[in-house]
């Protein structure tokens, strides 16, 4: 399989058109198809476009075969090695969200009303990672029993 099947692929995986693909990524149409048909190999730049728009990390764009024939060039190995991390990373983050979440639920069930509403007004414009400091900061027992 083609770099470009991996794109026909994904593509069709995501019910998208060619046309719908080229508008959501800004790689033209008819380079989408030549990529597609093998005509023309994908550079760095509109792989991580068409990744984006497709929503698969890089990796998924890139085939076995440009990879052992040596089409694919060093930077876009890196940058799948680098979306892999990335990727990696943020579902740890997630998890450990996720986890701060539940432990915060379990002791908002023993809150009174009144601090309740105290408590959603201060964090209702935080982001899931300023809510996991909070936590950690201010409950370190539930760090703690997270493990």
Known sequence: MTSGECILKQRKRKKLTQKELSLK????????????????????????????????????????????????????????IDDYVFREALDEHEQKVADSLKLISNKI??????????MAIAVKNLSPFDIHWLVVKHFPSLKKSQG
């Open 109 to 118: 069930a023993e809150l009174p009303a009144t601090e309740l509403f105290e």
């Open 25 to 80: 990524s800004g790689v033209a149409i008819g380079t989408i198809r030549q990529y597609e048909s093998g005509r023309r190999q994908p550079r760095l730049e509109q792989l991580k476009r068409l990744a984006y728009a497709l929503n698969v990390p890089l990796g998924f764009l890139i085939s076995k075969d440009d990879f052992f024939n040596d089409k694919v060039t060093n930077d876009v190995v890196e940058a799948t």
